[in-house]
């Protein structure tokens, strides 16, 4: 079974960074994109980046110019670094996987891990 783990959530202030991971237990290759979702307190869950097997990447308008979305092929590891963290950032941060068709798997989804960010 594919797996995500997520890691590097945490406690930061305002104005700090953190850098989330996604391990994949299969290569990322096998996916035809890739991205971070999140879902604060009450709120839905919303995409906040993504990035394609062909390298185009997406962001949530709110994080542009401060988070940025890349990947290690020879580590399987999807990253995402955030900058100039905002109180409204807290959230739980979702990595998500999209198959390649071939593979005949679903949709998959890491554990998550919390972001939270102080004023």
């Known amino acids: 079974q594919v797996q995500l783990v997520e890691s590097g959530g945490g406690l930061v202030q305002a104005g700090g960074s953190l850098r989330l991971s996604c391990a994949s237990s299969?290569?990322?290759?096998?996916?035809?994109?890739m991205g971070w979702y999140r879902q604060g307190p009450g709120k839905q869950r919303e995409l906040v980046a993504s990035?394609?097997?062909?390298?185009?990447?997406n962001y949530l308008d709110s994080v542009k110019g401060r988070f940025t979305v890349s990947r290690d092929n020879a580590k399987n590891t999807l990253y995402l670094q955030m900058n100039s963290l905002k109180p409204e950032d807290t959230a739980v941060y979702y990595c998500?996987?999209?198959?390649?068709?071939?593979?005949?798997?679903?949709?998959?989804w890491g554990q998550g891990t919390q972001v939270t960010v102080s004023s």
């Open positions: 990035l394609t097997r062909g390298g185009t990447t």
């Open positions: 299969e290569s990322i290759f096998s996916f035809t994109g």
């Open positions: 998500n996987a999209i198959p390649n068709f071939s593979t005949g798997w679903s949709t998959i």
